[in-house]
């Protein structure tokens, strides 16, 4: 299910000021994440869709989070 | 910079029905999650911190996005 790693999530969490994450703490932004991308990424295939395009483009990301 | 592959980016948007990506659009994806994770994990922190821990837990990031 989940296609972001913890360790990949720990690292962006250090790069915000993070010291230290218990792997309850990783595994809540990470599904915060993956849910927040499904979103948008679902928004931006409609996007693509109304463009007449098969391919989600950066302006479709664009629109998506608008 | 970028934490997040674009691989991983990728495998996230098939979840939510994207058929096909333009390199830019996961790029696009990938730096407005990266974003956000940093966004909510600097907020954890300080929440945390409140709460006499250098640990961030699974609670301060609920509250983060409260």
């Known amino acids: 299910m989940a296609e972001l790693t913890l360790s990949t999530v720990g ?3 250090r790069k915000a000021g ?5 792997t ?4 809540g932004l990470r ?6 991308a499904v979103e948008i990424a679902s928004r ?5 869709e109304h463009a007449g ?3 989600v483009k950066a302006e479709d990301i664009s ?3 608008m």
Chains 1, 2 share one sequence.
């Open 18 to 22: 993070v010291g230290r994450a218990s």
């Open 63 to 65: 629109l998506a989070i």
């Open 31 to 36: 599904s915060l994440l993956e849910s927040h």
């Open 53 to 55: 395009r098969k391919t």
């Open 44 to 48: 931006a295939v409609v996007f693509a």
């Open 11 to 13: 690292r962006v969490m």
């Open 24 to 27: 309850d703490g990783k595994e």
